[in-house]
């Protein structure tokens, strides 16, 4: 009954992380111990946190391929802020980067709703501008871990019941997404969207402000990792995550979410960036140079977006009887 | 009956224009609680252009809409369903990837306290519902993982959910089996005595006549008239809605059939048609009959190359010929009309003249390199034999009206000298002045010593054209017809499935 | 219908003459930036007037605007390759480790283009062939052909390519014409000619307007398009040789980036990205538009990245002005 619940595509992902595991296990059996696993899950975090905003990006039919940049801008705001007025408590600096990274998001979401530019051209675009605009307020220097505050940098990384904050914002987003996607009439109506607009629309469903909440929600969460990306490498310049978007798509191909739009879930998204996380990981530990990552990453997008088009191809419609029973 | 009460919903002088088209003129409609209104019209009268309207989905360029006498305005489809209004749509308007319950109740879920969606309640709910109209799965199942017949009941729950005092049902048993059909009637009896006015839309007069207190007539997007059905016949609803009588104005034809040009034997696809065999003659017209989703736009396109057959033959002038592609059709001379011409037929943002050429593109170019005077050549040729109605030849194909575009589609066709041209409901949608021109251009190809295969779900098209017709149901060829054999009768008769001992009793 | 009573009339070929069509055209208003930017250049810099100066900005765009042909090709046709700036750090690669077994340039330029053509055949392969999305496929790709790059160098570099080699990226053909410019004219003039006056280009158009309706006229798409994705392959070994002999040297790193200024390029150029319309004229015109921009700002002293912003900017506000613009004409008009 239990595993009736579990659905087929996140099964095998599942499967395919805990065969990886075993494997790594067998070279290096100190990979699964619990420390070491809990290493791999905040190094994680980051790219779980951005792939579930990007999951609903995805879901609308859209992309969002300025994530990276975003969280670039917003963490050199909030260290160049953290340099200025050092007093600035962590919930301000928490609200400020949620609210930036928003607005960021709403900018593209406009775009693609107000002026029905395709999603990719416009957030190509914005990408470049935002780092352009990193360059020009920080006139391309860097700020490095003595000038920010210790509050500042030790936040993410403070302990809690066993785990970095890092580690709990990266759960804690999981579930409210969870319940957000399943539970609440904004994330049926992203799948609604994404699966079929033409009846979205039959529902009194509007296409286009879903689109653009899901940009903002993206975007939030992209300014969010900003400033727990600059805490936890504790140092801002204009290159900080550069490409990093591209990692963020993978994990939402690899967990299946289709690119076409309206198929893709929550647990999905969150094993893709498991997935990544812990090949990441793994790598050194079996003496296999880090430059392989790439071509393993890639290779992992282009089997799974395979394997989920296999899946779910359409097989006609149905109209012999005898068809109507098989199938 | 109350005739004097004042209607549910009323439509007066309603008006809508796309460009190119009146698609509604000024037309009246009233629905009354507690009585059916069937809304009779041919392809392209109105019907589905009024459901938007009284859905939401488009919004009326004159007229009012009232709601127990007072005037309304629905700004989209939300404003439409909180004044009670909804529809069974007839094209499935669900959610393939959320479950039943989902599909059910998406923008009205009940909610918990948190205001979080309340997964047991909905479920719970949409068991409820399922289970008074007879359905018997699982409400969390997903929607995708149903059969046609079961997503259409998810569609009749949905619009039960809402607290509806109008159901409007788009062709609803279009694609249900007999006895699917049978507990829609009882069904539609429920809503009925529970005060609900429904506007039922349908083509066949058998379930007008048997499940309708009311009709309304709609023509070319103009109203004609309405009434009680207890004060109307069969014949002088037919004559309301066509307009005119069947045999005026299809063009005479003399059959002058010789030699066997296309045989189709054992044709099968694993979900959509089986055992399909028939031979086609030169100079034939060969009508295809049948109810929506019967299969035979699948085979046709499946004949064309675009799907593959599981099995069987096709030989063109005794030949075997293997077709994979929409290019080896073309090749072997047969081509297609399609249905859906806005995505299958024209190919819009390329000029008319493109359009045209484009098939025959090896005709009129030099080793790979275009010759633009041989392609305006070869599209004024053709468009001028259709008597195409254009600005100009290099206009973009879109901002042409319907029947215009559809010219435009045989054109292309009829540029590439084929020996069989496929006519998928050729004047679906289209107005009447081009539809006569269509049909007697179809009686003209015929003449020159083109075969024609006609797909057409309009009864007097298939009788008026066709030397002989095949009825298709369910994916298989029910009958095959020719002669004094070929009456409405015999075609709907063949099409629905009914022996002749079962016409009569009813 | 009213049109049904009108007797039979003549319809003409075309509306509005050739010249009329010509300057409405976006490739009028963006050769209008184009000498726009070269006036304002001219006045900024004492230094742009010079014709050595301008041939070697125009390395700016030769290597890119290679590229962006095809991408025009396949952008038009509907589909899109991101994974070309991969292709070039994998063709380069593949160069460089030839060349240090003593591969001559002959047998480099062949494994150049060979890589190049493997490559557009193996993405071409997953979008016509499986039917995959290809702006999936080439993120995959886009990966994988660097991350192969990444495997066989790691953070080390290929030098010591033969002298004759270095002709591509720094010889002249005449006086001030780079070989690379000369290349560039011959692709563009090749592929405008295929665009524009063959019945291959007249299929991808009716491919990027409607693909199931150009399936319907007997267009063997996937195999256009298969064709597509191997050009756009093939160039991108070609901007490969070129950029190799240009630098001197193989990093894995090489071209990074690439693919977006080639996307926005052929956006630029007025090629709408959804598939459709476009012509090669604007995106030659364009290249040099992007060349111009960077190399004006360069000698303004603008950092690179700053030219960015620029382009980001250029790239949204080419589509967003003129749907801005018909957005507030309709308003007026209802008004």
């Known amino acids: 009954m239990v595993l009736r619940h579990i659905p087929i595509r996140e099964g095998i992902l599942g499967a395919a992380i805990l065969v990886l595991l075993g494997l790594v296990s067998i070279r290096y059996s100190g990979f699964i111990a619990p420390a070491n696993l809990a290493n791999v899950f905040n190094d994680t975090a980051p790219l779980i946190i951005l792939a579930l905003g990007q999951m609903v990006v995805i879901l609308t039919r859209c992309i969002d391929l300025s994530v990276a940049a975003n969280l670039a801008l917003t963490g050199m705001v909030v260290a160049m802020l953290n340099v200025a007025m050092p007093g600035l408590p962590i919930p301000v600096i928490l609200a400020i980067a949620i609210l930036l990274g928003a607005m960021m998001g709403a900018i593209n979401g406009l775009l693609v709703w107000k002026l029905a530019i395709p999603p990719i051209v416009v957030t190509l675009g914005t990408m470049t501008v935002f780092r352009g605009i990193i360059f020009l307020i920080s006139e391309g220097k860097w700020i490095n871990a003595h000038e920010m505050s210790t509050a500042f940098t030790g936040f993410s990384r403070t302990a809690f019941l066993g785990l970095p904050v890092l580690s709990w914002i990266a759960i804690a987003t999981v579930i409210v997404f969870g319940v957000m996607m399943s539970r609440t009439a904004l994330g049926r109506s992203v799948f609604a969207v994404g699966g079929n607009p033409h009846a979205a629309v039959y529902t009194g469903i509007d296409v286009g402000k879903t689109q653009f909440l899901a940009f903002v929600l993206s975007g939030a969460l992209a300014g969010l990792t900003g400033y727990l990306w600059v805490a936890r490498y504790a140092v801002a310049y204009v290159d900080i995550a550069r490409g990093f978007e591209l ?70 419609r149905i109209i012999l009887k005898s068809a109507e029973g098989s199938v | 009956m109350t005739d004097h009460a004042t209607p549910v919903v009323s439509m007066d002088a309603i008006t809508k224009t796309f460009p190119g088209v009146k698609a509604l003129d000024a037309v009246q409609l009233d629905l009354y609680a507690s009585q059916v209104t069937a809304l009779v019209g041919e392809n392209g009268a109105g019907k589905s252009t009024t459901v938007k309207i009284l859905t939401g989905i488009y919004f009326p360029d004159g007229g009012t809409i009232r709601i127990d006498g007072e005037p309304v305005t629905f700004a989209n489809a939300n404003a439409a369903a909180d004044a009670g209004i909804t529809a069974i749509h007839q094209e499935t308007v669900l959610f393939d990837e959320l479950t039943v319950a989902e599909n059910i109740f998406i923008g009205h879920a009940p909610r918990t306290r948190w205001g979080l969606i309340d997964k047991a309640a909905m479920q719970s709910a949409a068991f409820k519902l399922l289970q008074d109209i007879g359905a018997t799965f699982d409400p969390r199942t997903l929607l995708r993982d149903l059969g046609i017949a079961n997503k259409h009941l998810v569609a009749v729950a949905r619009a039960l959910s809402v607290d509806a005092r109008v159901v409007i049902m788009d062709e609803p048993t279009a694609a249900l089996s007999h006895k699917e059909i049978e507990e829609l009637y009882e069904l539609v009896e429920t809503l009925k005595k529970q005060g609900k006015a429904i506007l039922f839309i349908s083509h066949k007069f058998d379930e007008i006549f048997r499940i309708a207190d009311r009709y309304t007539v709609f023509r070319d997007g103009g109203f004609v008239g309405a009434g009680l059905i207890s004060e109307i016949d069969e014949d002088a609803l037919v004559q309301l809605m066509v307009g005119r009588t069947v045999e005026h104005i299809f063009p005479e034809r003399t059959p002058n059939v010789a030699e066997d040009v296309l045989q189709v034997v054992g044709y099968a696809h694993p979900t959509e048609f089986a055992d399909i065999n028939f031979t086609l003659k030169r100079g034939e017209i060969l009508g295809f009959y049948g109810l929506v989703g019967a299969g035979r736009s699948e085979f046709m396109q499946s004949l064309f190359g675009i799907t593959k057959p599981s099995k069987g033959v096709c030989k063109i002038n005794g030949s075997i010929r293997v077709i ?56 004024r040729e053709y468009s001028e034999r259709l008597d195409l109605r254009a600005a100009s030849l290099d206009q973009d194909v879109g901002n042409l009206s319907g029947g215009n575009q559809q010219k435009v589609v045989i054109a292309k066709w009829l540029a590439t000298q084929p020996q069989v041209i496929i006519l998928d409901e050729p004047t679906k949608g289209i107005d009447i002045g081009s539809k006569a021109a269509v049909h007697e251009f179809m009686a003209e190809l015929a003449e020159q010593g083109l075969s024609v295969i006609m797909v057409s779900s309009e009864i007097p098209e298939v009788i008026g054209m066709s030397d002989r017709v095949i009825v298709m149901r369910d994916g298989r060829i029910e009958a095959e017809l020719e002669g004094d054999a070929l009456s409405p009768e015999t075609l709907v008769r063949h099409a629905a499935g009914i022996s002749a001992t079962q016409m009569e009793e009813a | 219908m009213s049109d049904t009573t009108m007797a039979a009339r003549f319809v003409p070929n075309r509306l509005n003459s050739r010249a009329f069509r010509i300057l409405r055209s976006w490739e009028a208003l963006l050769l209008v930036v184009a000498v726009g930017i ?19 900005a125009t390395y700016n765009f030769t290597e890119k605007g290679m590229i962006a042909f095809a991408m025009a090709l396949l952008i038009i046709s509907g589909e899109i390759d991101l994974s070309v700036a991969s292709i070039i750090a994998l063709a380069s690669t593949a160069m460089g480790l030839a060349a240090q077994y003593g591969a001559g340039t002959t047998e480099l330029v062949m494994i150049g283009l060979t890589v190049g053509l493997l490559c557009g055949a193996f993405n071409a392969f997953f979008v016509t062939v499986l039917g995959l999305p290809s702006i999936v496929v080439t993120i995959g790709t886009m990966s994988l052909f660097r991350g192969i790059s990444y495997i066989v160098l790691g953070d080390g570099a290929y030098g010591g390519y033969p002298d004759s080699f270095a002709w591509f990226g720094q010889g002249y053909i005449y006086w001030v014409f780079t070989v690379e410019i000369a290349i560039f004219a011959v692709i563009a003039v090749i592929y405008g000619v295929v665009l524009h006056k063959t019945n291959f280009g007249r299929a991808v158009y009716a491919i990027g307007n409607n693909p199931t309706g150009a399936l319907f006229s007997g267009i063997r798409v996937q195999r256009v398009k298969f064709i597509l994705f191997l050009l756009t392959g093939l160039m991108s070994g070609v901007a490969a040789i070129c950029l190799t002999s240009r630098l001197g040297s193989t990093r894995p790193s090489i071209a990074a980036g690439m693919e977006l200024s080639v996307v926005t390029m052929v956006v630029l150029g007025g090629i709408n990205i959804l598939g459709g319309s476009g012509s090669i004229p604007g995106v030659v015109i364009a290249a040099v538009v992007m060349g111009l921009v960077t190399f004006g700002l360069g000698l303004l002293n603008v950092p690179g990245i700053v030219m960015s912003i620029f382009i980001g900017l250029l790239l949204i506000g080419v589509i967003a002005l003129p749907r801005l613009w018909a957005m507030i004409a309709a308003k007026r008009r209802k008004i």
Not at chain 1, 249 to 272: D, E, M, N
Not at chain 2, 334 to 360: A, C, M, W
Request: glycine share 12%; hydrophobic share 50%; charged share 10%.
């Open chain 1, 247 to 316: 990692e963020v798509v993978a994990a939402c191909v690899i967990g299946g979410i289709s690119i076409a739009g309206g198929i893709g879930s929550v647990g999905g998204a969150v094993l893709g960036a498991l997935f990544l996380g812990v090949v990441k990981n793994a790598l050194p530990v079996v003496n296999i140079s880090p430059f392989w990552q790439l071509a393993i990453s890639g290779s992992a997008i282009l089997i799974a977006v395979a394997f989920n088009a296999r899946a779910g191809r359409s097989k006609g």
């Open chain 2, 324 to 379: 994979r592609s929409p290019a080896d059709a073309v090749a072997n001379g047969i081509v297609y009309v399609p249905e859906d011409r806005g995505k299958q037929g024209t190919i819009i943002g390329l000029p008319i003249f493109q359009n045209i050429s484009l098939p025959s593109l090896g005709r009129t170019s030099k080793s790979g390199f275009l010759r633009l005077a041989e392609e305006f050549k070869l599209a």
């Open chain 3, 38 to 56: 070269f006036v304002l250049n001219s006045f900024a810099s004492p230094y742009f007037l010079n014709v050595w100066n301008l041939s070697d």
